[in-house]
């Protein structure tokens, strides 16, 4: 009897309602799913913004130390901090990876077999073929260096080891990590990260680039290494890649449009807009503007390493929040996110 109480009260008006449908109960204020994330956010701890900074500062110093020796300039100060710190963050990203996933075997489980549709797979593989080169070839830097000794295996490593070759050969792996790493957040569902493939893996390519560059001037300072040309070129290096890292992060604003809210939320607003927008592009490129000063390198160094440091942060926190939000993720799912005339990008 109750029940045929609520079904004719339900049908007054000619309107059916009822009470677990968000559309057509007019009671609910929740739309969407119930309120109910409809998708798993990443469950990344801050293990993976560092690797993804490191993998970016790698590329860069890949990129800009190869260059260099490709284009006959001759400084060993800078050659031999390339190839160390191409070791190290090799060494250092597996080690991240691994402490993130929790369990050891779970990335040897990734290394039984190659999938090419599958970016965390082809990176876990470019992260290998890279390690290694970069092994090789600083191991020959040690060898020179007369780190590994003065017996006959390291005079070997010198003489046989083609360490330029192996350089030119790792450059295109190198940058491939540096950029796979903003393909790895476009290739989900999660709003904010799916809506800007195009751009994802550019832009943090050109942030890691911009990291490096700085990251080699500030170690260059700090020894007081380097030839003068070298903090020269630099210095013209970080700027043009700043202004090209703040050209590709303007343009994915544009191709997120209202699926970019999060990286202006209040708790993520003060690491991308105060961390990156000002503090690592505005900032840097208004003292590099300037007189160049040993001090006022260093600090301008450091800001833009804080600031890439910052975007993959506020990259990987705004797509927790995206993957939280059922109507951002509703709107994308059904369309709006498609390819519009009016679009540019």
């Known amino acids: 009897m109750a029940d045929v109480t609520q079904e004719t009260r339900q049908q007054q008006n000619g309107k059916i309602e009822t009470s677990h449908h968000p559309e057509t109960d007019s009671q609910r204020k929740d739309k969407y799913y119930y309120g109910i994330p409809p998708i798993k956010r990443a469950h990344w701890t801050w293990q993976i913004p560092i690797y993804f900074w490191i993998g970016g500062i790698s590329a860069g110093v890949q990129l800009f130390t190869t260059l260099a020796n490709v284009l006959g300039h001759k400084d060993e100060a800078l050659t031999r901090i390339g190839r160390y710190t191409a070791l190290v963050t090799m060494i250092l990203s597996p080690i991240l990876l691994i402490w993130d996933l929790g369990r050891p075997e779970r990335f040897y489980n990734m290394m039984r077999i190659w999938k090419l549709r599958s970016p965390m797979s082809n990176q876990s593989w470019a992260l290998v073929v890279y390690g290694n080169l970069a092994g090789l070839i600083a191991a020959r830097q040690a060898a020179e260096d007369g780190l590994l000794g003065r017996g006959l295996l390291p005079r070997l490593v010198a003489r046989l080891v083609p360490a330029r070759f192996l350089s030119v050969l790792a450059l295109p792996v190198a940058l491939f990590v540096g950029s796979n790493t903003g393909t790895l957040l476009s290739a989900t569902s999660v709003p904010i990260w799916a809506r800007n493939w195009m751009l994802m893996g550019p832009t943090f390519l050109a942030s890691g680039v911009s990291t490096a560059l700085s990251y080699l001037s500030l170690v260059l300072h700090l020894g007081h290494w380097g030839e003068k040309k070298t903090h020269h070129v630099l210095r013209r290096a970080e700027r043009a890649t700043l202004l090209?890292?703040?050209?590709?992060?303007?343009?994915?604003?544009?191709?997120?449009?209202?699926?970019?809210?999060?990286?202006?939320?209040?708790?993520?607003?003060?690491?991308?807009?105060?961390?990156?927008?000002l503090g690592g592009i505005a900032a840097p490129l208004a003292l590099l503007s300037g007189k160049e000063t040993r001090g006022k390198s260093m600090f301008t160094s450091t800001l833009v390493l804080l600031g890439g440091l910052a975007l993959r942060f506020a990259m990987v926190q705004a797509g927790r929040k995206s993957a939280d939000d059922p109507e951002a993720y509703f709107t994308f799912a059904r369309g709006e996110n498609a390819p519009q005339p009016e679009d540019k990008i």
């Open 244 to 277: 090209i890292e703040a050209g590709l992060i303007a343009a994915s604003l544009v191709r997120m449009s209202r699926w970019s809210k999060p990286l202006f939320s209040r708790e993520i607003a003060p690491l991308f807009v105060g961390g990156t927008l």
